[in-house]
């Protein structure tokens, strides 16, 4: 099952319980420290497996039978890393790191006048997003966003579409009368 038949809810049961479990977790975190979300979690966690190996464990006596451990199967499974897959991960999150520094670096010494300004907005934007919503609050709404947004483009891509590239052009228009009034903004021809 891979992320996209979850957020298009291709299977209804399982995008349920991946969307609900999230929202849980993060309504939790809402009212609890991350320390306590995580401690009550793995305490559910090994409540029902201690639960349900002592249910085993009393069936085995009952029925008289030697099955053996019941987690024998997860027990013998390897779940070490390969060195292969650190230095993998290792070099994707060196190389987006890297990405990350350059970009910002041509915006803060101002290398494209139009991008640097582009991304002061996107700045002065964000302090007013972040007076009204917090991190979690912020991570709440993208989550469900995201169960929901593909299904509803889904549905009405056409009109969507229709309104989409009229707000293209808008926009392209008064970033074009910007740069025209801007001496130095005139974009490179890529």
């Known amino acids: 099952m891979c992320a996209i038949d979850l957020l298009y809810w291709r ?4 995008s349920g319980a991946v969307f609900s479990s999230v929202l ?15 401690a009550y979690l793995a305490l559910a966690a090994l409540s029902a497996s201690i639960s349900f190996r002592i249910y085993k464990s009393v069936l085995q006596a009952v029925q008289k039978t030697d099955e053996g451990h019941p987690f024998k199967a997860y027990l013998e ?5 390969s060195q292969d897959q650190i230095s993998k991960y ?27 300004l582009k991304f002061a907005v996107l ?34 891509q056409a009109q969507i579409d229709q309104y989409v590239g009229l707000i293209r052009t808008q926009v392209n228009s008064v970033v074009g009368k910007i740069q025209a009034k801007i001496p130095g903004a005139k974009r490179k021809e890529e």
């Not at 849980?24 to 995580?38: A, H, I, P, R």
């Not at 041509?106 to 991008?115: A, I, P, Y």
């Not at 912020?138 to 966003?145: D, E, G, Q, T």
């Open 24 to 38: 849980l977790l993060l309504f939790s975190l809402t009212q609890f420290s991350v320390v306590s979300v995580g």
């Open 77 to 81: 499974i390897e779940i070490a890393l």
């Open 11 to 14: 299977n209804v049961k399982q």
């Open 123 to 156: 700045m002065w934007l964000l302090t007013y997003v972040g007076a009204l919503f917090n991190g979690l609050t912020l991570l709440i709404l993208a989550v469900v966003s995201m169960f929901t947004m593909p299904v509803v483009y889904e549905k009405h």
């Open 90 to 116: 290792a070099d994707k999150i060196l190389l987006y790191s890297n990405t990350c520094m350059k970009e910002l670096r041509r915006l803060f010494l101002v290398q494209d006048l139009v991008d640097s």
